[in-house]
């Protein structure tokens, strides 16, 4: 089965800094991958999710992208942090062109201070 | 555009009392259906999926799921709760479509009383 990294699981970031999560994946080639953000009381809001190198959907206008490098590697990224970039993101993974679940990471609680 | 709707923020249920939690779907055609689980400061855990044949769909824990496409429903239900259950709990949908976006409800915190 698929096995999700991601990291670094806490991280604390002055407003205006810049911002790197790395999330890759493990057990399976040509995945869907996607990055949600989750706040309190608001669920799982989809940010962007991809079907394969270099293709990227975006679902929210936001301080935020996203980017595919590798198959296996899915980066979201901000030039300038706000602080209501603060929340827990959550990398999840599916297997590209089959009915499947998707799997998920232990998530990156993000702090904007 | 596909949505889901849970529309009870937050269950209490005594241990050992049944459990029903409430999903609702937005999606023009039969969707991909998922019920995960959370505890906290964690990632999310599949309780059981839906993609088709059978509408009443056995899951992990103990846990079931009907969808009911007159309604556009898919909740999930446990005869019996145990203290451990206490987490929150996500209905999602999936389109069909090899750009495959999943999309999920805004979560039900369940909390179980000794």
């Known amino acids: 089965s698929q096995t999700i990294h991601q990291w670094p699981a806490t991280l604390v970031q002055p407003v205006g800094s810049p911002l790197s999560l790395e999330c890759t994946v493990e057990?399976?080639?040509?995945?869907?991958l996607y990055w949600y953000r989750q706040a309190a009381g608001r669920g799982l809001q989809l940010l962007f999710y991809?079907?394969?190198?270099?293709?990227i959907s975006s679902e929210v206008p936001q301080n935020l992208s996203a980017s595919r490098p590798q198959d296996r590697q899915f980066i979201l990224s901000s030039k300038k942090l706000l602080l209501s970039d603060s929340g827990f993101y959550l990398c999840?993974?599916?297997?590209?062109?089959?009915?499947?679940?998707?799997?998920f990471g232990q998530g990156t609680r993000l702090t904007v201070v | 555009a596909q949505s889901v709707t849970q529309p009870d923020i937050h269950i209490t249920v005594s241990e050992g009392a049944s459990l029903e939690l409430r999903c609702n779907y937005s999606y023009g055609a039969t969707p991909y259906l998922f019920w995960y689980v959370q505890s906290p400061g964690q990632g999310l855990q599949l309780l059981l999926k839906y993609f088709s044949g059978d509408t009443l769909v056995q899951g992990i824990k103990g846990f079931e799921a009907e969808f009911k496409r007159s309604q556009s429903s898919f909740n999930l239900r446990k005869p019996s709760v145990h203290w451990s259950d206490a987490a929150e709990y996500f209905c999602?949908?999936?389109?069909?479509?090899?750009?495959?976006?999943?999309?999920f409800g805004t979560g039900t915190r369940l909390q179980v009383t000794l």
């Open positions: 991809s079907v394969g190198i270099g293709q």
């Open positions: 057990g399976t080639s040509n995945p869907n």
């Open positions: 999840a993974c599916r297997r590209g062109f089959m009915n499947t679940e998707a799997f």
């Open positions: 999602a949908v999936a389109n069909t479509g090899t750009a495959s976006k999943l999309t």
